[in-house]
């Protein structure tokens, strides 16, 4: 039998059965420093001599807790005090002290039967309330001592944590552990920018230790560095999602949108949609023979196609196509390069943009931002970001691949890059005062191009790509990720994707770096952090204190996105305005909790 409620007691009652609460030890070990257990659960069991139910509180401990517990002696714990009460003549309800110690109970405080030899207080069953175990000020972890309730850094407000709900599973409501503040950086890509905030802005301590599990934060360059088996969900963060390939390799990126542009087809919500060929090149895949022959009979002499790999970046592997026989000869000798995570075959063909928007007679594109700051539920956030230019003057016939791609790690090769790093990156600024005076003869263009046109498509396109994904992407409590999408732009205005980058540089040897890239991880790991407390906590998601620059695409909270008439303030109403919810027979109003609903929002559904 379950008693949860004092009408559980009533109906026990009436059955004239009496009830005597019976309660074991709480064992005390290593694992109670890894938080309350969640599989304790009362275990009834009825003796027909004694005519009674005896409630027996038992806790199941695992083979690694029961080992942990074996090697570290019991520590002694006060007793818990009962509340004061009235007797009542009627129903009696028994309790014994719980006592916190060793597994076996005293003899002075129990006798041969396990009563307690202190005397026994009578609780009506009205004024009944269960005591609860104490929290201790400190908890042991390891080799180090940490607060059992350590303070929580969300952007400019520093929360005590004490003052918050515990965590727990949003699946069974089990509570987790709460590890110490510790973080693992891993080298490389201006690793310390990351460290500066961790250390100095939210007082974490690192881990040197790669392989070490006890984190809770993770930040490394690589999808590979982290073991998502060891990964515990509402425990640690990672800011790589398993699976993000889907969007930032160039044949993941080229399938997501295929596929999700055939399912809205099929389901005719096309309208007000990007079709593919609006923002993305024509391109094929090397590596399925019907598109290889597709793409023999749709080049023509003389055309220039750009061939990449699919899942290599910093410009490795790729080349300009200016013949069919150079293609084969450039396949033949990347089969025996010394970068195999990827076959020769691996890759796509893409149609060229031939005549690109220059800013003083040199290519350009447009490296934006795109933060997935929580998967559960999906929190999609914009940064703006800078332009790179190319060393050279454009040349379409030039075989200098630095006139041709824009990525820093090919400008940073050339001898002059040092003498003129400054002036290959511009600010959106510098780049609408020049669009303004240079280009304003062109159909497409308007004042201020820059940030009315290009801004709004560029956000539309990465929501987009979001939503070509966002069904296929792994979602667990933790998982955050930190996107580099760069964007192109031909002479007549038209906004090209080029692609999407899992590892975004951090360099800031620019002044333009300088000012942009800081703030961008500062804000991430802030925006970041605050919504993987709150999503543990059952906290409100919105607002989000951490969130300066980022603007939000995405909403999974209240269901807002970018380019909707609603805000997400007008989106989002208390439960107080809205029809009361009815209530099934078997819960009663005593059983729910006024607290979470009253704190609680509800998002309503609006039509467009």
């Given at each position: 039998?379950?008693?949860?409620?004092?009408?559980?007691?009533?109906?026990?009652?009436?059955?004239?059965?009496?009830?005597?609460?019976?309660?074991?030890?709480?064992?005390?070990?290593?694992?109670?420093?890894?938080?309350?257990?969640?599989?304790?659960?009362?275990?009834?069991?009825?003796?027909?001599?004694?005519?009674?139910?005896?409630?027996?509180?038992?806790?199941?401990?695992?083979?690694?807790?029961?080992?942990?517990?074996?090697?570290?002696?019991?520590?002694?714990?006060?007793?818990?005090?009962?509340?004061?009460?009235?007797?009542?003549?009627?129903?009696?309800?028994?309790?014994?002290?719980?006592?916190?110690?060793?597994?076996?109970?005293?003899?002075?405080?129990?006798?041969?039967?396990?009563?307690?030899?202190?005397?026994?207080?009578?609780?009506?069953?009205?004024?009944?309330?269960?005591?609860?175990?104490?929290?201790?000020?400190?908890?042991?972890?390891?080799?180090?001592?940490?607060?059992?309730?350590?303070?929580?850094?969300?952007?400019?407000?520093?929360?005590?944590?004490?003052?918050?709900?515990?965590?727990?599973?949003?699946?069974?409501?089990?509570?987790?552990?709460?590890?110490?503040?510790?973080?693992?950086?891993?080298?490389?890509?201006?690793?310390?920018?990351?460290?500066d905030h961790m250390e100095n802005r939210l007082n974490w301590s690192a881990i040197n230790e790669r392989k070490s599990v006890d984190f809770k934060l993770k930040w490394v360059q690589c999808v590979s560095s982290i073991r998502y088996d060891d990964f515990r969900e509402g425990e640690q963060m990672v800011n790589h999602i398993?699976n993000i390939s889907i969007l930032t390799t160039k044949i993941g990126l080229l399938e997501s949108l295929r596929q999700y542009e055939r399912l809205l087809e099929r389901m005719n919500k096309m309208e007000g949609e990007l079709h593919l060929a609006e923002f993305f090149n024509e391109t094929y895949r090397l590596n399925i023979?019907s598109e290889k022959e597709q793409f023999l009979a749709t080049y023509q002499k003389n055309e220039v196609w750009i061939c990449k790999p699919s899942g290599l970046n910093q410009g490795i592997g790729i080349f300009l196509i200016r013949s069919l026989e150079e293609l084969q000869d450039r396949l033949n000798a990347h089969r025996?390069?010394?970068?195999?995570?990827?076959?020769?075959?691996?890759?796509?063909?893409?149609?060229?943009?031939?005549?690109?928007?220059?800013?003083?007679?040199?290519?350009?594109?447009?490296?934006?931002?795109?933060?997935?700051?929580?998967?559960?539920?999906?929190?999609?956030?914009?940064?703006?970001?800078?332009?790179?230019?190319?060393?050279?003057?454009?040349?379409?016939?030039?075989?200098?691949?630095?006139?041709?791609?824009?990525?820093?790690?090919?400008?940073?090769?050339?001898?002059?890059?040092?003498?003129?790093?400054?002036?290959?990156?511009?600010?959106?600024?510098?780049?609408?005062?020049?669009?303004?005076?240079?280009?304003?003869?062109?159909?497409?263009?308007?004042?201020?191009?820059?940030?009315?046109?290009?801004?709004?498509?560029?956000?539309?396109?990465?929501?987009?790509?979001?939503?070509?994904?966002?069904?296929?992407?792994?979602?667990?409590?933790?998982?955050?990720?930190?996107?580099?999408?760069?964007?192109?732009?031909?002479?007549?205005?038209?906004?090209?994707?080029?692609?999407?980058?899992?590892?975004?540089?951090?360099?800031?040897?620019?002044?333009?770096?300088?000012?942009?890239?800081?703030?961008?991880?500062?804000?991430?790991?802030?925006?970041?952090?605050?919504?993987?407390?709150?999503?543990?906590?059952?906290?409100?998601?919105?607002?989000?204190?951490?969130?300066?620059?980022?603007?939000?695409?995405?909403?999974?909270?209240?269901?807002?996105?970018?380019?909707?008439?609603?805000?997400?303030?007008?989106?989002?109403?208390?439960?107080?305005?809205?029809?009361?919810?009815?209530?099934?027979?078997?819960?009663?109003?005593?059983?729910?909790?006024?607290?979470?609903?009253?704190?609680?929002?509800?998002?309503?559904?609006?039509?467009?």
């Open positions: 039998l379950s008693i949860s409620s004092p009408a559980d007691f009533n109906e026990i009652a009436a059955c004239g059965l009496k009830i005597k609460q019976l309660s074991e030890p709480a064992v005390v070990g290593d694992h109670e420093s890894r938080g309350p257990l969640s599989n304790s659960k009362p275990r009834v069991r009825y003796t027909e001599s004694q005519n009674d139910l005896l409630i027996k509180s038992k806790t199941t401990l695992s083979k690694r807790q029961k080992l942990s517990h074996s090697l570290s002696p019991p520590r002694p714990v006060s007793t818990t005090k009962l509340l004061d009460a009235q007797p009542s003549p009627v129903q009696t309800y028994s309790m014994r002290p719980r006592v916190k110690g060793s597994i076996s109970p005293k003899k002075d405080n129990f006798d041969s039967d396990g009563n307690s030899s202190k005397s026994t207080k009578q609780l009506s069953v009205t004024q009944l309330q269960i005591p609860r175990r104490a929290v201790p000020q400190s908890k042991p972890y390891g080799s180090a001592r940490v607060d059992a309730y350590p303070s929580v850094e969300w952007g400019s407000l520093d929360v005590p944590a004490s003052k918050l709900p515990p965590p727990r599973s949003i699946y069974n409501f089990a509570k987790y552990r709460e590890l110490p503040n510790q973080y693992f950086v891993g080298k490389g890509n201006n690793a310390m920018l990351i460290i398993p023979r025996q390069n010394i970068y195999r995570r990827t076959s020769a075959n691996d890759r796509i063909v893409q149609r060229y943009i031939a005549k690109p928007l220059l800013l003083e007679n040199k290519k350009i594109d447009i490296r934006v931002y795109m933060l997935i700051a929580s998967t559960t539920p999906f929190m999609v956030y914009y940064h703006k970001g800078y332009l790179r230019r190319c060393i050279y003057d454009y040349d379409l016939d030039s075989e200098n691949l630095t006139a041709h791609l824009n990525n820093q790690y090919i400008q940073k090769k050339d001898p002059l890059y040092k003498d003129l790093k400054d002036d290959t990156v511009w600010s959106y600024e510098q780049a609408n005062d020049y669009i303004n005076t240079h280009y304003s003869d062109k159909e497409a263009f308007e004042p201020d191009w820059f940030f009315k046109v290009f801004e709004p498509t560029s956000k539309k396109i990465m929501l987009h790509c979001f939503h070509a994904a966002k069904m296929n992407l792994k979602r667990k409590l933790g998982f955050f990720e930190l996107l580099g999408f760069d964007f192109m732009i031909d002479s007549e205005l038209k906004i090209y994707l080029i692609e999407i980058n899992v590892n975004p540089a951090l360099a800031t040897n620019c002044e333009v770096l300088d000012q942009i890239i800081p703030p961008v991880i500062n804000e991430s790991l802030d925006i970041s952090i605050e919504l993987w407390e709150k999503s543990r906590r059952g906290i409100p998601l919105t607002p989000v204190k951490g969130q300066k620059k980022f603007e939000t695409l995405f909403n999974g909270f209240n269901g807002y996105q970018y380019g909707n008439r609603f805000s997400p303030q007008t989106r989002v109403q208390p439960l107080t305005q809205l029809p009361p919810r009815k209530l099934s027979p078997e819960i009663s109003k005593e059983k729910f909790d006024p607290p979470i609903i009253k704190d609680s929002m509800m998002a309503t559904t609006m039509a467009g």
